[in-house]
């Protein structure tokens, strides 16, 4: 079996970007670890939500265990960054933020835990960090020079299929349980053309986990947000892929449509996670 590590920005990422992945990948018996770089101090929260001696990222710290927990990782870290804030925000200039952190000094905090856990597979973002938030670019960075510090022998980037967020938001509009105007906004800039994408894993089996994941992330993902409020078919039509692109091993004849369905898990090309290896018809 192999080690699989996910390298997220902030708590509720893991959940919302990877968090069938992660459950496939679980259920069938692999290890799965999650390194975080924050807190995600900086996230929004409705007033009177927290207690009045309670912050923002001790909350997210207790609802990022409990993710964990449904999503059935082996191993959870932080980094040991500060949230930096949305593109443009004066706490992007933090020196204890991670969007300022020295690069060859967190990438070796994270090249440790590879090395620690002797791990088979990094999975960190594309290179604009999927929306172009500062922390989600800097684990790009971090993450890709972390893996070949650590040697370890496969990649992934996480992304979005940018031609299915386009339809997604046409189709949305024209629902009664459509968005909110900015709930999809960017989408024309969200992840990468289709035609780069390399992995499509059906998460299907899993939708359910994945939600139960993004309900433990409360202070962020309100049970009324369109995210959560959505029937149970159309809530697995959205989230019931997620998307990647491999860097190594070189992703021979792959992209332009053609699309691996789980991750290689080792250098002879096995794949694992998603419906297939569960015996479920794609």
Request: glycine fraction near 10%.
């Amino acid at each position: 079996m192999a080690t699989v590590t996910f390298f997220h920005a902030h708590p509720d990422d893991e959940a919302i970007a990877t968090g069938g992945t992660m459950a496939s990948l679980a259920a069938e018996g692999h290890r799965v670890v999650l390194v975080t770089a924050t807190r995600g101090e900086l996230g929004e929260v409705p007033d009177g939500f927290l207690a009045a001696d309670e912050t923002l990222g001790a909350r997210r710290e207790i609802e990022l265990a409990r993710a964990a927990d449904v999503l059935g990782v082996a191993r959870h870290e932080f980094l040991g960054y500060h949230d930096s804030g949305m593109e443009g925000e004066e706490s992007n200039a933090r020196p204890d933020c991670f969007a300022t952190a020295d690069r060859v000094e967190a990438a070796g905090r994270l090249a440790a835990i590879l090395a620690e856990e002797s791990a088979d597979v990094l999975v960190v973002y594309d290179e604009h960090g999927g929306y172009g938030h500062p922390d989600h670019v800097q684990v790009h960075d971090v993450g890709v020079m972390a893996a070949d510090l650590a040697a370890t022998p496969v990649l992934y980037l996480s992304t979005m299929d940018r031609d299915f967020m386009l339809e997604l938001r046409r189709r949305a509009a024209e629902s009664e349980f459509g968005p909110d105007d900015d709930e999809l906004e960017g989408a024309d800039t969200m992840g990468e053309p289709g035609a780069r994408i390399t992995t499509e894993v059906d998460v299907t089996p899993w939708v359910e986990a994945k939600r139960s994941a993004m309900r433990a992330h409360a202070s962020q993902i309100a049970e009324d947000s369109f995210f959560l409020a959505m029937p149970d078919d159309l809530f697995a039509d959205v989230w019931g892929q997620e998307w990647f692109i491999r860097v190594r091993p070189e992703p021979v004849g792959l992209g332009d449509g053609n699309r691996e369905d789980g991750l290689v898990v080792d250098p002879d090309g096995i794949l694992a996670g998603g419906a297939t290896r569960a015996g479920v018809p794609g």
